[in-house]
């Protein structure tokens, strides 16, 4: 996270410590889902021959409706992947037991679903989102080079596939924001049905889906709406044979609300 303009050093090392500790609630929740659907790591993969086994036994488990053996538009990503496993343990500090199922991630298309409600101005909850937006960032483009998804909850603009590293920062700052946290709502209307249901009645459900949901963990109602909403589309995917890895939901929460504490 570089220096910003008018922040101390005590202020820029706090934010740090916030930003690390909503990316640790990232990889915390993605290691909790992932491993009921990654393959057994009795002794995780070392080379990068082991890494594409792994890769592709995911596959086979989960995800076998979007990716064939052969496909070369499966094969390169795949052995990128693989190829980068060992430099992303070591860029993202993470246990050698996480890499594998993170260089999964590179199977999917990311879209990052921001919380730009009145109650983000609280504190430095803007500064965190747009720092913690910027290392997803960074974690997607490392995975995959392609752009990624970046859509708001009240907010209609809307960046699919055109968002990198480099722009990211700059689209999140340039939100304005206000209004309620109907998470719930916003989730089923601007990420789940367009990107996801309306897709797949289309025939062009084509490469799984991660959402990754950065709020400060208080909707304004409908509190438990935004888990009808997932399990909701959980149940179109089992109805039209997709497992339940064809669509991930993480969510991220900024802030120290106690509201989301105590739910």
């Not at 596959?59 to 693989?82: H, W």
């Not at 209307?189 to 897709?199: A, C, E, R």
Request: aromatic share 8%; charged share 25%; net charge neutral.
């Amino acid at each position: 996270m570089g220096s910003r303009r008018g922040y101390k050093k005590e202020e820029e090392d706090f934010l740090k410590k916030l930003v690390n500790s909503v990316i640790d609630q990232f990889f915390k929740e993605f290691s909790h889902q992932s491993s009921r659907l990654a393959p057994p790591d009795n002794q995780p993969p070392e080379s990068e021959k082991e890494y594409s086994e792994y890769i592709w036994t995911f596959i086979e488990k989960n995800l076998s409706s979007f990716y064939q053996p052969g496909n070369p538009f499966v094969e390169d990503p795949v052995r990128e992947a693989a190829a980068r496993a060992k430099q992303l343990t070591a860029e993202l500090d993470l246990e050698p037991k996480l890499t594998p199922k993170v260089v999964t991630l590179a199977l999917y298309d990311f879209v990052i679903f921001c919380d730009d409600s009145g109650s983000m101005q609280t504190g430095n909850r803007v500064a965190v989102l747009e720092d913690t937006c910027q290392r997803v960032a960074d974690i997607a483009t490392f995975l995959q080079p392609q752009g990624i998804s970046l859509r708001f909850i009240n907010n209609d603009d809307k960046f699919d596939g055109s968002v990198d590293k480099n722009d990211i920062r700059k689209k999140v700052h340039g939100v304005q924001y206000t209004g309620m946290t109907q998470l719930g709502t916003m989730l089923q209307s601007k990420i789940i049905k367009p990107l996801i249901v309306d897709k797949i009645k289309a025939r062009k459900y084509t490469k799984p889906l991660l959402a990754i949901i950065i709020t400060d963990g208080c909707p304004t109602i409908e509190p438990e709406k935004c888990l009808q909403e997932v399990l909701k589309c959980k149940q179109i995917l089992d109805q039209h044979h997709f497992s339940p890895a064809s669509a991930v939901f993480l969510i991220s929460r900024v802030g120290d609300d106690q509201t989301q504490k105590n739910s």
